[in-house]
């Protein structure tokens, strides 16, 4: 674990190199000041305060410059701190600010596969709580080694003064020493149980308040309360061992150093009346123990924030490591060309990365070939987990498929420029997702040649210009922490906006109008079929429920358990393929099930279900 | 706490050092364990800090009765005196260990029940009061504002109170040795301490800075990780590392504004030390030589002004540290201070009668706070057992029924009575017994599917859990499931399907056995065949209870023994839905008509 700690201290060292020399200059000027202060004070009393009471005259000159040296050694100490801890200071944030970046950059470059992988929780905190428990240790860290430096120059400086003296040294400090070491070791396996226990306890709370409605609905207050009393009390009792610990160290470590005081009066006694010392000498050395004992904290400090340092540390250095980036190709499409693009699968096979490495991958798709022909509108209808969330994820590439191509007007997906995919392909997932910003940010993006105009007419087109231009301040409203501020059904209409704003050729749709009342989700797949010349002429690819939905669809797509198992107009699958009928009559059939029996609810079930029900795993790729 | 003074607190600014003891008082007033034993740890505290003081009159009695004393070092003094300091040494070590395992208990003690009232209260607030908030720092109240507390005591407050009391006591030994070198002392310390005080508003104002870019930081690196697909579709990677590093850096540059005055802090602190040595080199030598102080005694007086340096610069530290736990605190309190505006009647309240309910608004007008009307004038009536369906546009106003038949609002004016009794004066016990509701989003907890239907009643067994399951016609589904009851769900229920959470939510709803059901349907699409099977659920869920149900979907509607139908915050029209249907131009027409052509 040293070891280990001591290799992340380098590599901070390693970074911030000018930034840490100038800490510990700091810390050394302040070290040495501290020994020089023990001397001048010994000096001041031996050779002003003594010679001065015995002759009961004041030397004026002596005691001017004694106090001109107490003074001035305490503004170099005053220079030592600024170095020292502005230093330590700004090394840790520099440190800090550097390692958000590259986690964030590494979030921003790995793979979507990469991110399914990992919990949202998990990818929050190595950004920020793991970068600052890896970087910790830096705060004390120039104070620890200017301490080791001034620990030897304090032996030096005794073995100079007085070799019996110096052996009290010799056994005090490396004692004050190994308490500090000892100390760390044995907090730190107490540290991470608390620390661990507190995540948990806001874990709990976390999920509590989050589930909040239905706790409250259910009047289960009490019941909640409990089970986070619970964690909390084991977070209670981590914390008091914490604290028992403390109470038998920290005390120990003030006294050693006093002991120390008192053997160098008895061992300084002894040496006086042989003469081999003066009062001088030994007042310095007294004094040099009583000032020291608090700077050797710093060194227990460190060692005692190494282990969280590593674990940090560790966990952030498995974000960045991480590989599997998808490379973009280096082909654009001709981003003037007006006309919807063509998309085309062939034989695609998909299946998510197992979660460790031995076990095999859930397969999600086989052998999908279809086309969406230019200004075409193409339905993939299917039951749950039948892989056509995973077939809009391929289409504008968020993941790449396992073998066969995806192409964009004949050109592999693979071999695009990132601009030209985003720039021809517009994805609206199931689960809108907004920014923390006003409504025109969340539909521009920044993307260049999107003024206000072209905002509204998306706006006109998602049928979302109404509730936007009643919002208190129009395109300039905040729409809050994930679009708290407006409905299930305005955020689903704003990143239809979103999409359309950048004049997508080809549209996906994910079930992006499911929480969209029917009359105006009927309003919006209207004006997009329009193909009046102020719409942007698409293909487009959608993911449906509602028959009216597939009614609009030049061609169905009928999905089952990954494999197209049939496709062709609306009328013809439901004519031909009983799996196709059942599911998108199963109202129909319901009703009329219900009128039979005298009741909804009754046996026997017309339809036999072709839903894999729960494979344990939520295959959906848009949570 | 009455709703003046909180707002009085809100106005005033929150440096302000007045509201900083308002604060620790009202915190401690609200943790009476802290003050358990309190002079008992006072008391150890203060022997302890007699082991500061000890060496420094063991080195002053050293010099003047062992050293200085003519015919050479007395060894015999020395001893003696050396002997005796290691006595009172470990008997103030035995007081250290014991005053700092005595604050552990009693701070964590005390801050684990603030953190379970906290917890418990962010509960009883009204849903919009929760809402209102952004969850994350309602998270943060329970957690890391406590921690910040705890930490503050145990690291802060050993330091703080050892160190004030080594100040007493050194104050108090160096008044013994003198007077006059104790004026000097204090005339060293009294700018700085002055100085020092100014500085640490200045930091308390930077450190809220701080942690206000820490929580704009942490929402940007949120949404670069929940927004990782939209990021990634729309190719705005660039965009969203440029406000990245915006966050970052902006929360860099707000620490490094922090650190520079603290900085300046400890070396005002450490300035005033060299003045004060200077002072009392100058002062005691010139007393010594009048022959009031002897060189022992000057020189423990150096020794007791490291002493002093000591405390003040920790006390400074600490005192920063302060500043976050007491703001820390203050949160924690605001949050107390909330006075849930939907409160249980409690003992004054009444249980809800026996048997089924019916329900009544009586003239129900509901507004938002500072926004507009969202329903007006409701007068309704639903008789005991019948099942309703409350349908409307978005935005209509039609959720808004639910929320006030749950009081998790109560209505701007007018009453709603469950059989008679006026809702706000129905005991919580009883009212969330008999009254549930299914929310939209089923929020299911990150536990098995069985623990989260027994959510609703923790005694049923697994083999009541089976049955209940059964009898929704869910046994198949069950069965189906990996590991049928003990199915894990995943976080936030995100292992099932939507339309099977829904199902879980809905069973938990039936085992919870209310005699009148609120169903706050659910928007998201499930696929034809789910859906189906969730309304045959709901229909033998809804069997034999008042029922109201917002429907999302018309087909609920239709099945519903009654329709109302909402529009723009009014009752515009209700009856059964074959009678709606009559006025091929009413609202139900229109709205059924569009849905029919979205479904068929």
């Not at chain 1, 280096?330 to 998309?343: G, H």
């Not at chain 2, 007018?414 to 929310?439: A, K, Y």
Request: charged residues 20%; contains cysteine; proline residues 5%.
């Amino acid at each position: 674990m040293l070891r280990r700690g001591l290799s992340v201290l380098g590599l901070a060292i390693r970074e911030q190199p000018r930034i840490f020399a100038v800490a510990v200059a700091g810390s050394v000027v302040f070290g040495v000041m501290v020994i020089a202060s023990a001397y001048v004070v010994g000096a001041v009393v031996g050779d002003v305060v003594v010679p001065a009471i015995a002759r009961g005259s004041v030397a004026v000159g002596a005691l001017a410059l004694a106090a001109a040296a107490l003074f001035g050694l305490s503004v170099l100490r005053v220079v030592g701190i600024f170095g020292r801890r502005l230093g330590a200071g700004f090394m840790q944030f520099r440190l800090q600010a550097a390692y958000r970046r590259r986690v964030t950059r590494r979030y921003l470059d790995l793979p979507l596969s990469w991110h399914q992988r990992n919990a949202t929780g998990t990818l929050l905190s190595n950004a920020n709580s793991d970068v600052e428990a890896a970087w910790h240790p830096i705060a004390p860290l120039p104070f620890a080694v200017g301490t080791l430096v001034m620990l030897v120059g304090a032996i030096i400086s005794l073995f100079v003064t007085d070799w019996a003296l110096a052996l009290v040294g010799l056994a005090v400090f490396p004692a004050l020493f190994t308490l500090n070491v000892v100390y760390s070791r044995r907090m730190a396996p107490r540290q991470q149980r608390a620390q661990r226990l507190r995540a948990e306890v806001s874990g709990i709370a976390h999920e509590s308040f989050d589930g909040a409605l239905v706790v409250k609905t259910m009047g289960r207050e009490a019941q909640e309360t409990a089970r986070f009393a619970a964690r909390t009390g084991q977070l209670r009792d981590a914390l008091i061992s914490v604290g028992r610990l403390r109470g038998l160290f920290d005390p120990l470590l003030e006294t050693l150093p006093s002991l120390g005081t008192l053997a160098v009066l008895v061992v300084g006694a002894v040496r006086l009346r042989q003469g081999a010392i003066t009062v001088t000498e030994l007042v310095s050395v007294a004094f040099l123990f009583t000032v020291l004992a608090f700077p050797v904290r710093a060194i227990g400090w460190v060692l005692a924030e190494l282990p969280r340092s590593v674990a940090g540390w560790e966990r952030v250095r498995r974000v960045l490591d991480a590989t599997g980036e998808m490379p973009y190709g280096d082909v654009t499409l001709d981003p003037a060309d007006p006309r919807p693009a063509t998309l085309g699968f062939a034989d695609v096979h998909f299946a998510y990365e197992p979660a460790e490495a031995h076990l095999p991958g859930t397969q999600v798709l086989g052998e999908v070939t279809f086309t969406v022909p230019a200004g075409r509108t193409v339905a993939l209808v299917g039951p749950t987990g039948a892989g056509k969330s995973t077939i809009a994820s391929l289409a504008v590439r968020l993941v790449d498929a396992r073998s066969g191509t995806v192409t964009l007007d004949g050109v592999d997906v693979r071999r695009l420029t990132a601009g030209s995919l985003a720039g021809t392909v517009a994805l609206v997932a199931q689960v809108p997702f907004v920014f923390d910003d006003t409504v025109r940010a969340n539909i521009a993006l920044d993307r260049p040649g999107i003024g206000d105009e072209e905002v509204w007419a998306a706006l006109r087109l998602a049928e979302a210009d109404g509730f936007v231009a009643a919002l208190p301040d129009g395109l300039d409203t905040m729409v809050g922490e994930r679009g708290a501020s407006l409905s299930g059904g305005q955020r689903q209409r704003l990143t239809l906006a979103r999409a359309l704003a950048g004049r997508p050729r080809l549209l996906v749709l994910d079930d992006a109008t499911s929480a969209v009342d029917p009359r105006v989700e009927a309003a919006i797949l209207a004006g997009l079929r329009s193909g009046d010349p102020d719409t942007p002429a698409t293909s487009i690819l959608v993911v449906a429920y509602r028959r009216a939905t597939i009614a609009l669809a030049d061609e169905v797509i009928y999905l089952e358990q990954g494999r197209v198992v049939a496709r062709g107009t609306h009328p013809e699958l439901l004519a031909t393929v009983p799996g196709y009928a059942d599911l998108v009559t199963a109202y129909e059939q319901a009703e009329a099930e219900g009128e039979q029996a005298g009741g909804p609810g009754g046996p026997p079930r017309p339809y036999e279900p072709v839903i894999p029900l729960n494979s344990g795993l939520d295959v959906e790729v848009d949570r | 706490m009455t709703a003046t003074t909180t707002t009085d607190r809100r106005q005033s600014p929150p440096t302000e050092s007045a509201s900083t003891w308002q604060t620790l008082r009202r915190g401690l007033a609200l943790s009476p364990e802290l003050r358990v034993g309190l002079a008992g740890t006072l008391a150890l505290a203060l022997v302890y800090m007699v082991g500061r003081v000890a060496v420094p009159v063991a080195v002053q009695q050293g010099i003047d009765r062992g050293l200085t004393v003519p015919g050479g070092p007395d060894l015999d003094v020395i001893a003696t005196v050396v002997l005796l300091t290691t006595a009172v040494l470990v008997v103030t070590t035995t007081c250290g260990y014991l005053m700092t395992r005595r604050l552990f208990v009693v701070s964590e003690t005390a801050l684990a029940n603030v953190r379970t009232r906290a917890f418990r209260h962010v509960h009883d607030l009204s849903m919009l009061h929760q809402q209102s908030e952004r969850r994350g720092s309602l998270v943060s109240r329970v957690t890391s504002d406590v921690d910040q507390i705890t930490q503050f005591l145990q690291w802060g407050g050993v330091l703080l109170l050892v160190n004030l009391g080594q100040l007493v006591v050194t104050t108090a030994v160096m008044l013994a040795y003198s007077w006059q070198l104790t004026l000097v002392v204090f005339a060293a310390f009294g700018p700085a301490v002055l100085v020092i005080r100014v500085l640490q508003r200045r930091l308390g104002a930077a450190y809220g800075v701080v942690r206000q870019r820490m929580g704009t930081l942490l929402a940007a690196i949120g949404e670069s990780v929940v927004g990782a697909p939209v990021i990634r579709a729309y190719g705005i990677a660039g965009r969203t590392a440029r406000r990245l590093d915006e966050a970052i850096d902006s929360q860099r540059r707000a620490q490094q504004r922090a650190i520079r005055i603290s900085v300046l802090g400890s070396s005002v602190g450490e300035l005033a030390a060299g003045l004060a040595l200077a002072g009392v080199v100058v002062l005691g030598v010139t007393l010594g030589v009048d022959g009031t102080l002897s060189v022992g005694q000057l020189t423990a007086f150096l020794f007791l002004v490291t002493l002093f340096i000591q405390p003040v610069q920790i006390a400074t530290e600490v005192l920063n540290e302060a500043q976050n736990a007491i703001a820390g605190w203050r949160r924690v309190l605001d949050v107390l201070d909330v006075a849930p505006d939907v409160a249980d009647p409690g003992a004054q309240g009444r249980d809800l009668p026996a048997g089924p309910l019916d329900v009544r608004f009586a003239g129900v007008s509901f507004a938002y706070p500072g926004g507009a009307r969202v329903l007006h004038d409701v007068d309704l009536e639903i008789v005991a057992k019948s099942r309703v369906a409350v349908v409307g546009e978005t935005g209509s106003g039609k959720t808004t029924f639910a929320k006030l038949l749950t009081r998790l609002m109560d209505p701007s004016t007018g009453e709603v009575l469950l059989s008679g009794v006026p809702l706000r004066q129905v005991r919580f016990g009883s009212l969330r017994s008999r009254v549930v509701m299914v929310p939209q989003d089923g929020f299911l907890f990150d536990a098995t599917v069985g623990e989260n239907v027994r959510f609703a009643r923790p005694e049923l067994t697994d083999e009541q859990l089976v049955a209940a399951f059964t009898e929704l016609g869910l046994a198949d589904w069950l069965d189906g499931l990996p590991a049928g009851l003990d199915t894990p769900v995943g976080e936030r229920g995100e292992a099932l399907s939507v339309g099977e959470r829904q199902l879980v939510a809905l069973a938990r709803a039936y085992v919870a056995d209310p005699d009148l059901l609120v169903l706050d349907e659910a928007t998201s699409a499930v696929d034809p065949a789910t859906e189906v099977r969730l309304q045959r659920t709901l229909d033998a869920v809804t069997r034999g209870r008042t029922t109201l149900a917002i429907a999302h979907r018309l087909s609920t509607a239709q099945a519903a023994d009654e329709v109302i139908v909402v529009d723009r915050g009014r009752i515009v029209q209700r009856g059964p839905h074959d009678e709606l249907l009559r006025d091929p131009e009413s609202v139900y027409a229109l709205l059924y008509a569009s849905w029919l052509e979205q479904t068929r």
